[in-house]
């Protein structure tokens, strides 16, 4: 069984950068495209970004195109997520899961908070 763990959140103001990483454990792992999500307060939960197991197809959600990157290092088991030029919406707790479905175990999620 996949477990995940988000890191790298933080507080940050805006125009600035952050990078988070998910871990993930399990010999299958390598074989699962991607994605990451993000919870907003009083919001439900929206994609952001997904990468497909060879990490060579990347999708974006328009809201953070052209800001955010996915890429991942199937040797460390980790996915990450450069977002630079953060905006106050970019405020949420981030997590990582499979893609399309997101069928694997929640992580605890990452916060981060994009003051302007």
């Known amino acids: 069984q996949v477990q995940l763990v988000e890191s790298g959140g933080g507080l940050v103001q805006a125009g600035g950068s952050l990078r988070l990483s998910c871990a993930a454990s399990?010999?299958?792992?390598?074989?699962?495209?991607m994605a990451w999500f993000r919870r907003a307060p009083g919001k439900g939960r929206e994609f952001v970004a997904s990468i497909t197991w060879s990490g060579g197809i990347t999708d974006y959600a328009d809201s953070v195109k052209g800001r955010f990157t996915v890429s991942r290092d199937n040797a460390k088991t980790t996915v990450y997520l450069q977002m630079n030029s953060l905006k106050p919406e970019d405020t949420a707790v981030y997590y990582c899961?499979?893609?399309?479905?997101?069928?694997?175990?929640w992580g605890q999620g990452t916060q981060v908070t994009v003051s302007s």
């Open positions: 399990g010999r299958t792992y390598r074989f699962y495209d």
């Open positions: 899961n499979a893609h399309p479905v997101p069928y694997l175990e």
